[in-house]
């Protein structure tokens, strides 16, 4: 189910929110970027409580081969880590291999970027928030499966409604906090958003220059 947003979180220049999520003060919610995804959202009824991810979210071979990439990639970041102390030779080897599978990755992601719409969230490493046609009950539950673009990350995991207010053209916004997301995934959120902050970080540094250019340029020109 794809989702439409309308009227994102304040935010500064740079594209990052500001606003903290209510009643949400671990530092994990510190940091959040307006953002935009593929996004798969199941809000649940009482019968599927007891239902695993699997059984709740479409299944995909696809995003299944993402998922496992993913977790090959951290498992060799872990191997690197200690091997670098130890043996060189094998840690550069392995440093390949780790860079052929975020390769892989990369295009399986950028593959569905082409295939489907991406819907406009606002991502932290605890939750996201996003614009729903219907208002949720606070401390409901829901699946959700995140494909991150472009870095191609995917996420999956039951979240808890911790707010569902009105937002524009009768939508509703609804905050989510994720429940027992894997570190792995928290971790690679974490990866998300520093490329995401850096790549604005840079197109604010080119707007700049162009800006400081035109500027010359007419104090040149009389």
Excluded: W
């Amino acid at each position: 189910m794809m989702l439409n947003h309308r009227n994102p979180l304040p935010s500064n220049r740079n594209g990052i929110c500001t606003m903290p999520l209510p009643n949400e003060p671990d530092r994990r919610h510190s940091f959040r970027i307006e953002d935009r995804a593929q996004v798969e959202f199941v809000p649940l009824t009482p019968d599927q409580q007891a239902l695993s991810l699997e059984q709740l979210l479409q299944p995909s071979e696809a995003f299944s081969l993402l998922v496992d990439l993913q977790q090959l990639d951290l498992q060799l970041q872990q191997q690197l880590f200690k091997l670098s102390e130890t043996n060189s030779v094998l840690a550069s080897a392995l440093g390949l291999i780790n860079h052929k599978i975020e390769r892989l990755a990369l295009h399986l992601g950028r593959n569905f970027d082409d295939q489907a719409e991406s819907t406009p969230i606002t991502l932290s490493e605890g939750g996201l928030s996003l614009s729903h046609p219907e208002p949720l009950p606070l401390d409901s539950r829901c699946a959700i499966r995140l494909l991150l673009l472009p870095s191609g990350y995917v996420l999956q995991s039951l979240a808890r409604v911790v707010y569902s207010h009105p937002d524009t053209d009768q939508r509703y916004r609804i905050g989510l906090s994720f429940i027992e997301l894997a570190d792995g995934q928290r971790d690679l959120i974490a990866r998300h958003i520093l490329a995401h902050q850096a790549q604005l970080r840079r197109q604010l540094r080119q707007q700049l220059d162009l800006d400081a250019a035109s500027a010359s340029n007419g104090t040149d020109n009389p």
